[in-house]
C-alpha cells in the first residue's frame, strides 16, 4: 500500500508562483511514473505533467513553458514548480504514482487528497 500527501496549494495572484509537492511512503513497491493532475470545476482530471524513471518529462500544452515537474527518488517525492500562473489555471491538483508492487507482483496506481490552487485576477 502507497500513501500519498499532496502540500503546497493555496492563493496566488495572476502571474504568481507556487509549488506543489507530494511524498510517498508505504513499502514494497518501485515507485516509475510520477504525474500530476488537474481538475477544474465540473471537469475531468487531466495529466498535466508525467515525468518518467528515467526522468523524460511530458507536459500538456497548456502549461509547457511555465510548469516544471521533478523528483526526489531518495526521499519518494514529486514536485511541480508552477509560474506565471494564469485565473484558468485554478482547480485541485493531484499526484499520482505508478508503482511496481513488490508483494503481488503487478503495477498500481495511487493518487494524493488533492491540493487547491486558486489564482485570482
Known amino acids: 500500500q502507497v500513501q500519498l500527501v499532496e502540500s503546497g496549494g493555496g492563493l496566488v495572484q495572476d502571474g504568481g508562483s507556487l509549488r506543489l509537492s507530494c511524498a510517498a511512503s508505504?513499502?514494497?513497491?518501485?515507485?516509475?511514473?510520477m504525474s500530476w493532475y488537474y481538475q477544474g470545476p465540473q471537469q475531468e482530471r487531466d495529466e498535466v505533467a508525467r515525468?518518467?524513471?528515467?526522468?523524460?518529462?511530458i507536459y500538456k500544452d497548456s502549461v509547457e513553458g511555465r510548469f516544471t515537474i521533478s523528483r526526489d527518488d531518495a526521499k519518494k517525492m514529486v514536485f511541480l514548480q508552477m509560474n506565471s500562473l494564469k485565473p484558468e489555471d485554478t482547480g485541485t491538483y493531484y499526484c499520482?504514482?505508478?508503482?511496481?508492487?513488490?508483494?503481488?507482483?503487478?503495477?498500481?496506481?495511487?493518487w494524493g487528497q488533492g491540493t487547491q490552487v486558486t489564482v485570482s485576477s
Open positions: 508505504g513499502s514494497s513497491f518501485r515507485i516509475t511514473d
Open positions: 499520482k504514482v505508478h508503482v511496481w508492487n513488490m508483494i503481488s507482483s503487478q503495477y498500481e496506481d495511487y
Open positions: 515525468i518518467t524513471l528515467g526522468r523524460a518529462t
